[in-house]
């Protein structure tokens, strides 16, 4: 665990500590109790630090940026602490913290065991029992495909505006296994933010409302294990647009733009902000284009800078989705911020906070012409038709099924249009007619 701890970023570590102060809230332990537990140091971590640290998630980047500079690498040694002293331990399958404190009796009459040559033998020819046993096992294990075959079954039978209609089947389970079913639902565009029902029944019907189009991945848990899942996407006829208010709380809903409303700059696609009250706008068209993920060409000229309404570090992103919520992408920004730059090969990320992105760091002020290029497994980026980055990647995107862009702050993007490594053109939009 402090090993995986020392790997997360200062980001990471803060929303992990809001996860383990509010389980030991749902344990009926306050933070008053907690501040007591871990060791001082500077700053000092009191009940009220801790509720800084609480609220970090739901903070704006600003008051984020500010936190991370009060706390620095004292972070990471109150985690640690937390954990030491209330024997946390955490369940990856079930994503679930729980405290498990060791039994000092059994510890003590175990370690008696060392005092003699009899016992010192007892004990390695158990170790040794356990090492066979666990060695077959594991080799049981990876036979079985690495889960328990489990035939629960999950289909898609419809879908209506934003409704979906799925079956499941699980007359193949045997009684007392948990079984749940996960909608993959992001509320409001809230990205952590999930829900999941617990299936009693063996056999019946689930409905759900998506608020918002998308691709979409629903799946269902056995005691754990994921024995089905199935994908879809919710469709838009055109292009749609959120943005996202300043000091909004996670669970406000994101204001919606239509075609028509991004396009009232006949030729520009911009969501319009009169007020400057947005921090991030997304514009996206979610729809089975006839193009492969892994042999296309997309080029789009956008401009995200102060005098549009871009924010600082004037971040825009231009990506490609494929099937099962993959993705192909790049987030560019200001020059000197490439800390903040990414890219997206698939199911891979490659961070700016780990690798040398700088040639991702660019001036949007004025506008740029943006090139993708996939070809035999590999993605090309191109800013002005010079290459900035090329990257291999192994897990095929499979069929575009939508694109999207992201800005920090309201950008612009003047046109865009795809076309296949033959140069024929198979999609286009100048963004010239909402009524087309």
Same mark, same amino acid.
């Given at each position: 665990?402090?090993?995986?701890?020392?790997?997360?970023?200062?980001?990471?570590?803060?929303?992990?500590?809001?996860?383990?102060?509010?389980?030991?809230?749902?344990?009926?332990?306050?933070?008053?109790?907690?501040?007591?537990?871990?060791?001082?140091?500077?700053?000092?971590?009191?009940?009220?630090?801790?509720?800084?640290?609480?609220?970090?998630?739901?903070?704006?980047?600003?008051?984020?940026?500010?936190?991370?500079?009060?706390?620095?690498?004292?972070?990471?040694?109150?985690?640690?602490?937390?954990?030491? !002293?209330?024997?946390?331990?955490?369940?990856?399958?079930?994503?679930?913290?729980?405290?498990?404190?060791?039994?000092?009796?059994?510890?003590? *009459?175990?370690?008696?065991?060392?005092?003699?040559?009899?016992?010192?033998?007892?004990?390695?020819?158990?170790?040794?029992?356990?090492?066979?046993?666990?060695?077959?096992?594991?080799?049981?294990?990876?036979?079985?495909?690495?889960?328990?075959?489990?035939?629960?079954?999950?289909?898609?039978?419809?879908?209506?505006?934003?409704?979906?209609?799925?079956?499941?089947?699980?007359?193949?389970?045997?009684?007392?296994?948990?079984?749940?079913?996960?909608?993959?639902?992001?509320?409001?565009?809230?990205?952590?933010?999930?829900?999941?029902?617990?299936?009693?029944?063996?056999?019946?019907?689930?409905?759900?409302?998506?608020?918002?189009?998308?691709?979409?991945?629903?799946?269902?848990?056995?005691?754990?294990?994921?024995?089905?899942?199935?994908?879809?996407?919710?469709?838009?006829? *055109?292009?749609?647009?959120?943005?996202?208010?300043?000091?909004?709380?996670?669970?406000?809903?994101?204001?919606?733009?239509?075609?028509?409303?991004?396009?009232?700059?006949?030729?520009?696609?911009?969501?319009?902000?009169?007020?400057?009250?947005?921090?991030?706008?997304?514009?996206?068209?979610?729809?089975?284009?006839?193009?492969?993920?892994?042999?296309?060409?997309?080029?789009?000229?956008?401009?995200?800078?102060?005098?549009?309404?871009?924010?600082?570090?004037?971040?825009?992103?231009?990506?490609?989705?494929?099937?099962?919520?993959? *993705?192909? !992408? !790049?987030?560019?920004?200001?020059?000197?911020?490439?800390?903040?730059?990414?890219?997206?090969?698939?199911?891979?990320?490659?961070?700016?906070?780990?690798?040398?992105?700088?040639?991702?760091?660019?001036?949007?002020?004025?506008?740029?012409?943006?090139?993708?290029?996939?070809?035999?497994?590999?993605?090309?980026?191109?800013?002005?038709?010079?290459?900035?980055?090329?990257?291999?990647?192994?897990?095929?995107?499979?069929?575009?099924?939508?694109?999207?862009?992201?800005?920090?702050?309201?950008?612009?993007?003047?046109?865009?249009?795809?076309?296949?490594?033959?140069?024929?053109?198979?999609?286009?939009?100048?963004?010239?007619?909402?009524?087309?």
């Amino acid at each position: 665990m402090k090993e995986q701890i020392h790997s997360l970023s200062r980001h990471q570590q803060f929303l992990m500590l809001g996860e383990v102060i509010d389980f030991l809230n749902s344990q009926g332990i306050l933070q008053k109790e907690i501040a007591k537990k871990i060791k001082k140091g500077k700053p000092a971590i009191g009940q009220t630090q801790l509720s800084q640290i609480k609220q970090y998630g739901k903070r704006t980047e600003d008051e984020q940026v500010e936190l991370k500079a009060k706390f620095g690498k004292r972070l990471q040694g109150v985690l640690l602490d937390i954990i030491q !002293a209330y024997y946390l331990q955490y369940d990856l399958q079930k994503r679930e913290w729980s405290i498990k404190e060791p039994n000092k009796k059994t510890q003590l *009459k175990f370690w008696k065991l060392f005092d003699n040559d009899s016992g010192r033998r007892a004990v390695a020819l158990a170790l040794l029992s356990l090492l066979i046993a666990t060695i077959a096992l594991s080799l049981v294990f990876l036979k079985s495909g690495g889960r328990k075959k489990y035939k629960g079954k999950i289909r898609l039978d419809r879908i209506e505006g934003q409704t979906v209609f799925f079956t499941f089947d699980l007359t193949q389970v045997p009684k007392g296994e948990l079984a749940v079913f996960d909608y993959d639902l992001n509320i409001y565009d809230v990205r952590v933010a999930t829900k999941k029902d617990t299936l009693k029944e063996r056999f019946g019907r689930l409905s759900q409302f998506y608020g918002r189009p998308g691709n979409y991945v629903a799946k269902l848990w056995v005691s754990g294990y994921l024995v089905d899942s199935v994908a879809f996407t919710l469709e838009t006829k *055109k292009w749609q647009g959120y943005a996202r208010q300043r000091n909004a709380s996670k669970f406000e809903k994101n204001d919606m733009f239509l075609y028509c409303d991004l396009t009232q700059r006949h030729g520009i696609m911009h969501i319009p902000d009169t007020m400057g009250k947005y921090v991030w706008t997304n514009i996206f068209y979610i729809n089975s284009f006839p193009v492969s993920g892994d042999n296309f060409c997309l080029e789009t000229r956008i401009k995200n800078g102060k005098k549009n309404g871009g924010l600082y570090a004037f971040d825009a992103t231009v990506g490609i989705y494929g099937q099962n919520k993959d *993705k192909i !992408a !790049a987030n560019f920004v200001t020059k000197g911020t490439h800390h903040y730059a990414y890219v997206n090969l698939v199911d891979k990320k490659i961070s700016g906070k780990r690798e040398n992105l700088g040639r991702f760091g660019i001036d949007l002020s004025y506008w740029r012409v943006i090139k993708i290029k996939a070809y035999n497994s590999k993605v090309s980026f191109f800013v002005d038709d010079q290459v900035i980055g090329s990257f291999l990647y192994a897990k095929p995107l499979g069929q575009i099924k939508g694109l999207y862009y992201t800005f920090k702050g309201t950008g612009m993007v003047d046109w865009v249009k795809i076309t296949g490594n033959d140069g024929n053109i198979l999609y286009e939009d100048n963004f010239n007619n909402c009524k087309e």
